[in-house]
């Protein structure tokens, strides 16, 4: 599969692009998930996204988002994969792609994430540790887990 990859802040986005990525995070968060959650957060301005595009469609996105927002350490959240490219490696491609754009936006550090629990294992082959107890997250149980880059 071919895809085209796009990385900017919030201020390099354009505002097609912007409702598009906001679209898609409502799309598959609140309806498909039926999760009722403050989409709009006041982190978008301050995160990097980061994105998929196949055939003009976003097919993957990520949002990354620098130590001190919504952890101590750079995070990575808001990970969506397209339900027609599930299953295809593009999940792995993506969380490949955003842990090294984390790393060369914000330099060498542990990255955290909030994971939904039943994609525990995903993260774990990714270099994932679990290090909280589950936790429900406006009504889907989550995991805080650290993938550790400096040892």
């Not at 898609?24 to 595009?53: I, M, N, S």
């Not at 130590?67 to 491609?93: C, D, F, H, M, N």
Request: net charge negative; hydrophobic share 40%.
């Amino acid at each position: 599969m071919q895809y085209n990859w796009k990385l900017k802040n919030f201020e390099e986005l354009t505002n097609r692009e912007l409702y598009r990525i906001l679209k898609l995070r409502t799309e598959v968060f609140v309806v498909e998930q039926e999760c009722l959650y403050p989409e709009l957060d006041d982190k978008d301005y301050l995160c990097l996204h980061l994105w998929a595009e196949q055939d003009g469609e976003i097919v993957a996105y990520t949002r990354l988002v620098p130590a001190g927002i919504s952890y101590l350490q750079p995070s990575i959240g808001r990970v969506i994969v397209v339900k027609e490219a599930r299953g295809t490696g593009l999940s792995q491609l993506l969380m490949h792609k955003s842990i090294e754009a984390t790393l060369d936006a914000f330099g060498p550090q542990d990255i955290q994430i909030g994971a939904q629990f039943h994609l525990k294992s995903f993260y774990e082959k990714l270099g994932f540790e679990q290090n909280s107890e589950p936790y429900p997250d406006y009504g889907i149980l989550h995991i805080d887990m650290t993938k550790s880059i400096i040892k």
